[in-house]
């Protein structure tokens, strides 16, 4: 069954309706954005999430003793990586890695496989931002890619396209922030949303 990770949680209710509704993830951003979020404030919601969620950090180009720090800090199971962090930063994490690569015009696979990390996410390329975007890209990019790491797919994904848009790449994964947001308030999540893009992913 395909995972799903709710990215950009701000609150303790959206944490747990993602929960309760069947992710299998959700991701707190440590970066510029408007879903930001601190590290205790994190923290609090990680303790009142239920077991067998992972608890991803998103990372853009962040000192890699910082996220050491916060990764300990609120006991993340994994970190994505957002910037252009090298292999050697990846390496030197010590931590479970999703690496995120941002998609133009086409995909080189050469330079997904030679990244040492535990999954490869496919994002969006929009000049000036480094992800929760909100923009697909083409899928059909990414449909038939033979990756040796598990393929995690992000970018402008919604209740409405996420099926479509398995059915074609058939990720492992996919990841979601804008798309289950309320409308017009970056950093809010729709509970209705919330539910409605986990069902559409995994048939519930
Ligand atoms: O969500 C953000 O604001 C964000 C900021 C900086 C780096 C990554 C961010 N989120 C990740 O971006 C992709 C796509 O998001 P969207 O669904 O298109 O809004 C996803 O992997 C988020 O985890």
Request: glycine share 10%; with cysteine.
């Amino acid at each position: 069954m395909v995972r799903v990770k709710i990215c950009g949680i701000t609150d303790i209710s959206s944490a747990l309706t993602a929960a309760e509704a069947g992710a299998d993830a959700v991701g707190f951003i440590f970066a510029p954005s408007p879903r930001r979020i601190t590290p205790s404030q994190a923290c609090r919601i990680c303790r009142e999430l239920p077991p067998f969620i992972t608890r991803v950090g998103v990372f853009v180009d962040a000192p890699l003793e910082e996220v050491r720090a916060v990764a300990e800090y609120c006991g993340l199971d994994a970190i994505q990586l957002h910037g252009s962090e090298s292999p050697d930063y990846c390496r030197s994490l010590g931590r479970r890695v999703i690496k995120a690569f941002r998609v133009g015009d086409e995909i080189d696979p050469a330079e997904l496989s030679d990244y040492p990390a535990d999954a490869i996410l496919l994002d969006t390329f929009v000049a000036g931002q480094k992800g929760g975007t909100g923009q697909p890209f083409d899928w059909q990019l990414a449909a038939g890619l033979k990756l040796s790491r598990p393929l995690i797919l992000a970018g402008g994904l919604t209740p409405e396209n996420v099926g479509r848009a398995v059915s074609i790449v058939q990720p492992y994964g996919v990841d979601v922030s804008s798309g289950v947001e309320k409308e017009g308030q970056p950093g809010k999540k729709d509970p209705d949303k919330i539910r409605r893009f986990i069902a559409a992913v995994k048939g519930l």
